[in-house]
């Protein structure tokens, strides 16, 4: 399996972070695409840096290579998530805006009718983000947000990163073995 990691400036690197790792221990090949907005976040933040996310990655595009292989149709995947996805992003996804190489891959997964999933953190929702929201679900997207339950008792913030990514993952298909589902057993 081959999935398209974008990563843009919205707070919330560490569940970009957390992802990666469970897509490197399932074996999935990644594109990573990190926006210069998410590299700013990163600095301000502290958490996780460039270099950590990178070395979990298959592959590394620049946001500005617009003739990256992930921009083209031709190049089979089997979708995109954008984690976190920032309003900005949102916005150029919903309308459509390809200014950089990560609107332009997102772009080209609608296009392809291939599942992009949008992981959004930002609160609260003012009005042009919901309509941004509902018009991303519309063209095929799949909107969630980075809100992890608590029924499964979490012990740490790892725990919390990992309900988050075990929900996005299972969007395609994936499973994570150590998540543990409303009244299922782990194994």
């Not at 003739?67 to 150029?92: D, E, H, N």
């Not at 679900?137 to 969630?144: K, R, S, Y």
């Amino acid at each position: 399996m081959r999935l398209v990691v974008g990563v843009s400036g919205g707070s919330g690197i560490p569940y970009a972070l957390d992802v990666l790792r469970a897509l490197h221990v399932l074996g999935v090949e990644t594109h990573l695409v990190v926006s210069s907005g998410a590299k700013r976040v990163m600095a301000a933040e502290g958490g996780p840096q460039l270099p950590e996310l990178t070395a979990l990655a298959s592959h590394v595009h620049e946001d500005r290579d617009l003739a990256a292989s992930v921009a083209s149709g031709s190049f089979r995947t089997a979708g995109m998530l954008v984690i976190p996805c920032s309003a900005g992003t949102l916005a150029k996804i919903a309308h459509g805006f390809a200014d950089n190489l990560l609107s332009r891959a997102a772009h080209v997964t609608l296009k392809e009718r291939r599942p992009l999933v949008l992981v959004l953190r930002e609160d609260p929702m003012p009005r042009p983000m919901l309509q941004n929201m509902l018009l991303a679900h519309d063209a095929g997207a799949t909107v969630m947000s980075a809100s992890p339950g608590f029924y499964h008792a979490p012990r740490d913030v790892d725990e919390l990163l990992g309900f988050v990514t075990a929900r996005v993952l299972d969007q395609f298909g994936l499973d994570t073995p150590s998540f543990k589902r409303w009244k299922e057993e782990t194994a």
